[in-house]
């Protein structure tokens, strides 16, 4: 008895919702009625179940407000939030790939906050065409005669097929038949795109031949993927480029080359392992190629295609090509992008993939030496923090087996359990701009090569809660 009175006493002393919103200007004038009542009835049906459960929860008016905001904070955090990726792999898909110059920050920002040209001829009054704003980019960067441009380089495929050989055959190198990941399979692309994928040579080597003996009247294109995340080694063999562009001339069949990542300018050059560029593709006889807007290039997600007039008029004209479009803000952010390729002296400062793939391994140890001081002091005595030499990987799938040799802090618990590892990586995965680091072998490594913002890094570390 003594009991029930006590809990019906309890929820007396609830203050109730009316009474607690007049006490709560301000948060009404940060969240709004709507969302300050919901969350208080949320918080206050919370504190009934904990009394009816036996529990003493605080009940007076001051707690019950501070709850609410937070609750409110929590609700109306970003859930899309930057992160520092120490991860050891430049272009981390799950990390966002590309991370974009500043100008191509300021276009969008321009873009987004006004109504735009975007398919309005200045000139005539008319009607424009988006990609106006970029073909000539393209062409220019490609020596291609027209170009467009989609959402990746995945619908760049299925459209570029579902276009040019839709009921009809296709076929590819056995050994090109790529997965990249994310369920992104060739043959599955190619049904999807309503096209029969036919087979042609064995895994590890295919010849011309081999595609000469396939073709037929159902025959659409020919064409070729670039193995971009995986390499056949050993007794191996391809079709050269030009050897297959001639076999298509021939047939008059267009060749097609999904590129992958397509940079637009010799790696070798940077001091990069060798990629092959669109224009040189193109240079070899490509009539199509494909390549990301994301990976290599270091712009934002899109997918380009580049080559002759004629078919990219028909890629244009396929009512697919609505639903794939890109919007003003990448078509903005592409644009200011590939104007930094136009003058390839300040191109790898000022892109920062391009900046992060050929920072030298000396400057990352320097950069890993300013930093252990203050990391072994916050972390210690339950981490010991040292520098290491690591290679970082370039990502997406570009390049995968080369690497590029860096310098990493290489954190290693005393316990030597890897729960504590475990343990630290979620610590800094929580931070406000959280760190992300990469498990391995009882360590975790934070490869420095794509750390821009060291002094927030730093900032940071005083707040860690072990
Ligand atoms: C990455 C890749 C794609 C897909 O490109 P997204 O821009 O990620 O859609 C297609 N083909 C190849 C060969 C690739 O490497």
């Not at 009835?41 to 008016?61: H, K, M, N, V």
């Not at 590890?204 to 081999?210: A, E, I, M, S």
């Not at 076999?247 to 940079?263: C, E, K, M, N, Y």
Request: hydrophobic residues 45%.
């Amino acid at each position: 008895m003594k009991a029930d009175r006590q809990i019906k006493e309890a929820h007396r002393r609830i203050p109730s919702v009316d009474a607690l919103l007049q006490q709560m200007p301000d948060a009404l004038a940060n969240w709004g009625r709507q969302q300050v009542t919901d969350a208080l009835r949320a918080e206050l049906a919370d504190l009934r179940a904990q009394i009816a459960r036996g529990e003493t929860p605080q009940t007076d008016a001051e707690a019950l407000q501070q709850r609410v905001a937070q609750r409110l904070e929590r609700s109306n955090s970003a859930s899309l939030v930057p992160v520092i990726n120490l991860s050891g792999t430049v272009l981390h898909t799950n990390l966002g790939r590309a991370s974009l110059p500043r100008e191509a920050l300021d276009a969008v920002v321009t873009v987004a906050a006004a109504p735009s040209n975007l398919e309005f001829d200045l000139d005539s009054g008319a009607r424009g065409d988006r990609e106006s704003h970029i073909e000539a980019l393209v062409c220019e960067l490609t020596g291609a005669e027209a170009a467009t441009a989609v959402n990746n380089n995945a619908a760049a495929v299925l459209l570029v097929l579902n276009t040019l050989a839709l009921g009809r055959e296709v076929p590819v190198s056995r050994g090109e038949l790529v997965e990249i990941g994310g369920s992104f399979r060739i043959p599955e692309v190619m049904q999807r795109a309503g096209c029969t994928l036919v087979e042609v040579g064995a895994t590890n080597r295919t010849h011309l031949k081999d595609f000469a003996g396939v073709i037929n009247s159902a025959t659409a294109l020919l064409m070729k993927v670039h193995t971009s995340n995986y390499q056949l080694e050993g007794f191996t063999s391809a079709v050269p480029e030009g050897a297959l562009a001639q076999l298509a001339q021939q047939r008059g069949l267009p060749f097609v080359i999904d590129l992958g990542s397509g940079s637009l300018v010799d790696f070798a050059r940077l001091g990069l392992p060798a990629e092959p560029t669109a224009a040189e593709a193109i240079a070899n006889g490509a009539d199509l190629v494909t390549f990301s807007g994301d990976k290599l290039l270091g712009g934002p997600q899109a997918g380009l295609i580049a080559g002759r007039k004629e078919l990219v008029g028909q890629i244009k004209t396929n009512p697919l090509k609505r639903a794939l479009r890109l919007d003003k803000m990448t078509l903005a952010a592409l644009a200011e992008v590939l104007k930094l390729y136009r003058d390839p002296d300040s191109l790898v400062q000022r892109l920062p993939t391009l900046r992060q793939l050929t920072r030298p391994a000396e400057d990352i140890a320097a950069q890993a030496g300013r930093l252990l001081p203050a990391l072994s002091r916050a972390l210690q005595p339950t981490y010991s923090v040292e520098i290491a030499d690591c290679a970082s990987q370039i990502g997406s799938g570009a390049l995968p087996v080369e690497t590029l040799p860096s310098a990493a802090l290489r954190i290693t618990p005393a316990s030597g359990d890897d729960a504590d590892v475990r343990r630290l990586a979620q610590v800094l995965r929580s931070l406000p701009l959280p760190v992300i680091g990469r498990l391995h072998k009882t360590s975790l490594w934070l490869d420095l090569r794509c750390l821009d913002q060291e002094q927030a890094f730093l900032g940071q570390l005083d707040g860690l809660r072990l």
